[in-house]
């Protein structure tokens, strides 16, 4: 099993859903971050919806390799993401991103939702796609 599985069937919505696997700094790089820019690259308008509920938080040394990455994307990032959902986090997770984004905002809009009917309700609604994602 892969540390993150994506399921782009749904375009504009990318989903990825974080497996409970730990996975070395190489294969972070390798396989999810490379993963991630080939999405950015290929598609553009894209919602980004990242299911977490069977994660922990990350290693400080993933974290940072994530947050090198989004600088070295804000660009595409923000001429391709329309928004990013993450779903079902921890409490801890939440904690850690809200202050994250108190001191650096993110690139685009982020949404911290409960569930994907949350997140499809949002879709939907907020950004007047018709999308059906569960």
């Excluded at 390798?30 to 977490?52: G, P, Y």
């Excluded at 069977?54 to 040394?61: A, F, R, W």
């Excluded at 911290?112 to 939907?124: C, G, H, S």
């Amino acid at each position: 099993m892969k540390y993150a599985e994506y399921d782009l069937s749904k375009l504009p919505v990318v989903q990825v859903m974080i497996n409970k696997v730990d996975v070395s700094i190489s294969d972070y790089k390798n396989d999810v971050l490379a993963m991630q820019t080939k999405i950015l690259n290929d598609h553009s308008s894209t919602v980004w919806i990242i299911n977490s509920k069977h994660t922990k938080l990350l290693p400080s040394e993933h974290r940072i390799a994530a947050g090198n990455w989004i600088k070295e994307n804000m660009t595409k990032i923000k001429e391709r993401v329309i928004v990013v959902i993450l779903i079902e986090c921890s409490f801890w997770t939440e904690m850690v991103l809200k202050s994250i984004f108190l001191v650096n905002k993110p690139p685009v809009r982020f949404e911290i939702l409960k569930d994907l009917d949350a997140a499809e309700k949002f879709i939907n609604t907020e950004l007047k796609l018709n999308v059906k994602i569960t």
